[in-house]
């Protein structure tokens, strides 16, 4: 067996509980420090982090990846918009531990946010990502990469929308439909009721 075979086996994805924050910040922290992939500038606490959670659990899928009792990445989707007509579509997020890269963790993550949000009846999965032009030591652009390799389309382009470590960054918009389009669409289903079984 590959080396690549059992990590994956031990790979265990899981949904995320509420006492997962502190390990999942973790994961999120050097991004927030050392990277432009997110815009952020200061890591949260681990008391904002647990609440951005449980604001997101209320409605929508949230994912963790575990290996060896370890937390080694999380996926989850929140609202594109907040109103009505938009119900339908849903912002991605996917983070990796960075000493976990190129063992498919993202990809089996974005497997199960995709599965579980076609039980809600989610069609249009978007990915907002931060786009260095020219690259350098604090953004590549693997990201839109990675995304085209699994099935995102480029949408548009941002230019010099945000600003982190005294440089002008770039911000694209990806999306992937994942549903069929109706003129009678039924309404969404939350999350929790797809954990409780009532979604089969």
């Known amino acids: 067996m590959q080396k690549e075979e059992r990590y994956n086996q031990e790979i265990q994805i899981r949904a995320a509980r509420p006492d997962d924050a ?12 050392k990277t432009a992939i997110t ?25 963790v990846a575990e290996c060896g009792g370890e937390l080694v990445g999380y ?30 963790i993202g990809t089996r993550l974005y497997d199960t946010l995709e599965e579980a949000l076609r039980k809600q009846g989610i069609l249009n999965a978007n990915a907002c990502i931060a786009y260095a032009d020219p690259e350098d030591e604090y953004l590549t652009n693997d990201s839109v990469s990675y995304h085209e390799k699994i099935g995102y389309k ?8 945000g600003y982190k470590f005294g440089r002008w960054y770039n911000m694209v918009w990806m999306e ?10 039924p309404p969404i289903r939350s999350f929790s009721e797809i954990m409780r079984g009532a979604v089969t």
């Open 176 to 185: 992937k439909i994942i549903g069929e389009h109706t003129a009678d669409q």
């Open 154 to 161: 480029m949408v548009g382009e941002f230019h010099q929308c």
């Open 75 to 104: 996926t989850y989707a929140s609202p594109f918009k907040e109103r009505a007509a938009y119900d339908w579509s849903v912002e991605t997020t996917i983070y990796v531990r960075q000493d976990q890269k190129h063992r498919k």
């Open 22 to 33: 502190a390990g999942l910040l973790e994961i999120y922290a050097p991004y927030v420090e």
């Open 39 to 63: 815009f952020e500038y200061v890591v949260p606490t681990v008391a904002e982090f647990r609440t951005r959670m449980d604001n997101t659990l209320k409605k929508y899928p949230y994912f």
